[in-house]
C-alpha cells in the first residue's frame, strides 16, 4: 500500500528564506519540501505538497484528502490562530494530522499562543526551526504503521 501524506503549508510560507529570518530560519520552503521528501522515502511514504495564502484553498485540500491520503501534516500559519473553517475541516475527514510550527508558538505574542486547531489535531510539534517536518514525518509514519497493524 502507497502510504501518501498530504503536506499543506498555509499564508505566508513561500516566504520562507527571506521573512524574519531570525524567527524562521533561511531555509527556503523549497528546501524544506526537498528535504521532507528524502526523509520520507526512508520510510516509504509519498508526499504531496500545497501551499496556499488562502483559507478556502486550504480547505478544499482538507477535505478532498479522504480516501487518498493517509494523514496530514499542516503548518496553518496565521491561520493557526483563527480559522474555526480549516479546524472543522480537520475534524470533518478524520485523517490522523499533525500541526507543525517553525517557531514555539507559544514563546512568542500572546496572540500566537493559541492553536484552534489544537483540539482537533492527533498531535502538535512546534519550535524545533525546520526540522519540526521531519519530526511530524515520524510521526505520520508511527500512526500510520499503527492504523495499518489494528
Known amino acids: 500500500m502507497n502510504k501518501q501524506i498530504l503536506v ?4 505566508n510560507l513561500n516566504l520562507l528564506g527571506t521573512r524574519e529570518p531570525n524567527i524562521y530560519g533561511i531555509k527556503r520552503l523549497e528546501e524544506i519540501h526537498r528535504e521532507m521528501v528524502e526523509y520520507a522515502a ?10 496556499s495564502n488562502h483559507e478556502g ?3 478544499d485540500a482538507i477535505q478532498q ?8 501534516i499542516i503548518n496553518a500559519a496565521a491561520f493557526t490562530h483563527y480559522s474555526v473553517a ?7 475527514v478524520n485523517i ?9 508558538i507559544y514563546s512568542r505574542e500572546d496572540f500566537r499562543n493559541h492553536s484552534v486547531i489544537a483540539p482537533v489535531v492527533t498531535g502538535q510539534i512546534t519550535g524545533f526551526g525546520s526540522a519540526s517536518y521531519l519530526l511530524a514525518l515520524q510521526a505520520a509514519n508511527f500512526i500510520i504503521n499503527q492504523r495499518d497493524d489494528n
Not at 499543506?8 to 499564508?11: K, V
Not at 480549516?86 to 470533518?92: H, V
Not at 490522523?96 to 514555539?104: A, D, F, G, Q, R
Open 96 to 104: 490522523p494530522t499533525i500541526e507543525v510550527h517553525i517557531s514555539n
Open 65 to 72: 484528502a479522504v480516501g487518498t491520503y493517509q494523514a496530514i
Open 42 to 51: 526512508e520510510f516509504g511514504l509519498v508526499l504531496h505538497f500545497l501551499q
Open 8 to 11: 499543506l503549508q498555509g499564508p
Open 57 to 59: 484553498s486550504i480547505i
Open 86 to 92: 480549516i479546524r472543522d475541516a480537520i475534524s470533518a
